[in-house]
């Protein structure tokens, strides 16, 4: 047990345990015990008084958890929870709230979640593009050099009347470069020093399938989408490694602050592996992490990743584990860079962003990509957002698992798979191959895409429901930092398809909210091959637990995303719990960049800094 805990609601002895009977339909200790070996001698830790939704096949409930050496040793009523309390045993009590196995976000960005904030960028995700200016002359003004970098994130091309430009920030930077990334990480704005630094002229030609924005005079504007990013990216200087270490540590105490207890983090390089194996090896990281490594551009960039990676040694795989690679195969719809079969409403098809002279080659470099992978026995989890590109990927898995496919149960999965058709959904239900969907992006969206998709695939985006009546296994990503990880935002969009302004996005695409919460849970831990251990609160799982301060059930859901976690729990220790008096805040705001069209700090909700004095203590 840890000195986070709320000595107000952690008490020791059996007399801390109050007495009930189990309600009708609540699982019973007997039933819980089946299958483990841990159902003698007293827990560690009772979580008693409240909803427990074990999460599994049968969606059972209970009233109490008992926990021993990191593990459920059982689930039941409060009385249940008798039998394994003694002296020793600690005691949290969750007010009524709901109990429910660790948020699994499927897919996360770690390294760059705790990176895409003060003190290392600052925030650009502004109404107005005067408003973004102020924020780079304020920046510029308090550089202690005269020529250090400014980064920035968060700027949003549909909420600013365009997109920021080196013209606008030009006049407020002096000799300072500056690198401003949208909050989708798919497009970039630099001022001309930048442009300078990079020798990016109006003849410079992008890599496949990035874009270089011009003027009306064929100059480029500093907006460099996709691909062409990596023009700049180069000239950055990167953050030092304890920078990563320490916005790491930031990151995942946040996480915890939200019930968050692990992730898969798609496309990390080798130098952030190696710092997730020093904490883990140091028992200092208290987070369950699946990494998928990048593959670059094209089968050469990808070998000579696989080439260069090493296993990880004496670090605990249920802690941090490689399970395989991520390929970045499209753009994204707001862009008209996914790779679309039929054009958006202005003509344009997007493209892959794997290397290649023509679309004929870059398909056939995207199968080899995947065909590389699984000849070294790896999971591919490849960004597709268009349908066209989804259609190749799928296509790519097939032929790269053969006959065989079954027994290697690599569990390959399409990230993001927007526009899947019903014959792509069969295909990939039948080869076992996953759906990574993004609820809490689609909130932030709504219908703000029918301009760009058209009614039809505005209704159809992120299709869940049609997902999973073809039997396909879908799990739920927030893709942070892209959007903030908030999970309960996420459930409620995907039980009710309501954007941020009030607009619903495809009824026919709703879920029931026990399938929502699977997304984020026991189908999570399938896609991380962990389904064994974790997912699930059935006894000899890992005792990964988040406790919600309120009936998940029974409410309105469109009252989930206001609800707020109390406590957090992982491997059977208390990593955060809710200070009492706490302010409720609807979204948790260190990661506001993109967590909500137009949302900026206001009063109600927490800031950075006051999440920070809220996990301190």
């Known amino acids: 047990m840890t000195p ?4 107000r609601q952690v008490l020791r002895g059996a007399a801390a345990v109050t ?16 299958g483990t070996s841990h159902t003698n001698g007293n827990a560690d830790l009772v979580i008693n008084n409240g909803r427990v939704l074990v999460l599994d096949k049968h969606f059972r409930k209970a009233e ?17 929870m008798k039998r394994y309390t003694g002296r020793r045993t600690k005691v949290l009590d969750a007010g009524g ?16 979640q705790g990176l895409s904030v003060a003190p290392f960028n600052i925030n650009v995700d502004t109404a107005t593009i005067e408003q973004l200016v102020a924020a780079v002359r304020s920046a510029a003004e308090g550089a202690q050099t005269p020529d250090s970098w400014i980064r920035g994130r968060g700027w949003q091309e549909l909420r600013l009347p365009r997109p920021p430009v080196a013209a606008d920030i030009d006049p407020v930077s002096g000799n300072h470069p500056v690198i401003l990334n949208d909050f989708s990480g798919h497009a ?11 020798g990016i002229t109006r003849n410079t030609v992008p890599p496949p399938g990035g874009v270089i924005d011009k003027d009306a005079n064929g100059e480029p504007t500093g907006v460099l989408r996709e691909t062409a990013q990596s023009l700049v990216s180069g000239i950055v200087p990167p953050f030092t490694r304890d920078e990563r270490a320490r916005a790491i540590d930031a990151a995942i105490k946040v996480l915890h602050s939200l019930g968050v207890t692990s992730a898969t983090e798609p496309g990390i390089n080798l130098d952030t ?19 998928l490594l990048g593959s670059g551009t094209g089968p050469r960039s990808l070998r000579a990743v696989l080439d260069a990676y090493q296993p990880l040694r004496g670090v605990d795989p249920q802690t941090l584990r490689v399970a395989g690679v991520k390929v970045f195969a499209d753009g994204i719809p707001r862009f008209r860079t996914a790779w679309m079969n039929k054009p958006y409403l202005n003509g344009a098809n997007g493209s892959l962003t794997i290397e290649g002279a023509s679309q004929a080659e870059q398909v056939a470099n995207l199968h080899e990509m995947i065909n590389i992978a699984v000849k070294g026995g790896f999971q591919v989890g490849t960004h597709a957002c268009g349908d066209a590109t989804t259609d190749a990927v799928v296509a790519g898995y097939v032929k790269a698992g053969g006959a065989h496919w079954h027994r290697a149960d690599l569990r390959h999965y399409v990230i993001h798979c927007n526009f899947p058709s019903a014959r792509t959904l069969r295909t990939m239900a039948r080869h076992d191959i996953g759906a990574n969907l993004n609820a809490e992006i689609l909130y932030l969206q709504g219908r703000v895409l029918e301009s760009i998709i058209g009614p039809a695939l505005t209704e159809y985006q992120w299709p869940y429901r049609s997902a999973l009546q073809a039997g396909v ?18 459930v409620m969009t995907a039980v009710l398809r309501e954007g941020a302004d009030g607009s619903v996005a495809g009824k026919a695409e709703r879920i029931a909210l026990p399938e929502a919460l699977a997304t984020y849970t026991r189908t999570a831990a399938w896609q991380d091959h962990a389904e064994r251990w974790k997912g699930t609160l059935e006894p000899g799982k890992a005792a990964d637990i988040c406790i919600v301060g309120g009936d998940v059930l029974g409410r309105d859901p469109h009252g989930l995303e206001n609800l707020q976690v109390t406590a957090t729990v992982v491997g059977g220790r208390v990593v955060y719990e809710r200070p009492s008096g706490a302010r409720t805040a609807a979204v948790p705001a260190a990661f506001v960049q993109g967590g909500k069209a137009g949302h900026n700090c206001q009063a109600g909700d927490r800031c950075c800094c006051q999440l920070a004095e809220e996990i301190s203590g």
């Open 97 to 112: 709230g709901t109990v429910l196995p660790g948020i699994n976000d499927s897919h996360l960005h770690l390294a760059s």
């Open 473 to 490: 296994k879908v799990t739920s990503g927030s893709d942070a930092p892209v959007v903030a990880p908030h999970w309960l935002r996420g």
């Open 64 to 80: 109490a958890v008992a926990i021993r050496d990191g593990r459920v040793l059982a689930v039941g009523s409060a009385r249940d």
């Open 273 to 291: 592996l190696a710092i997730y194996a020093e904490k883990a090896r140091a028992g200092a990281l208290p987070f369950r992490l699946t990494a």
């Open 19 to 34: 007495a009930g009977t189990a309600a009708t339909g609540m699982l019973s200790t007997a039933t819980a015990h089946a």
């Open 188 to 198: 970039t704005s630099v001022n001309s020093v930048v442009l300078r630094k990079a």
């Open 4 to 7: 986070e805990m709320d000595r």
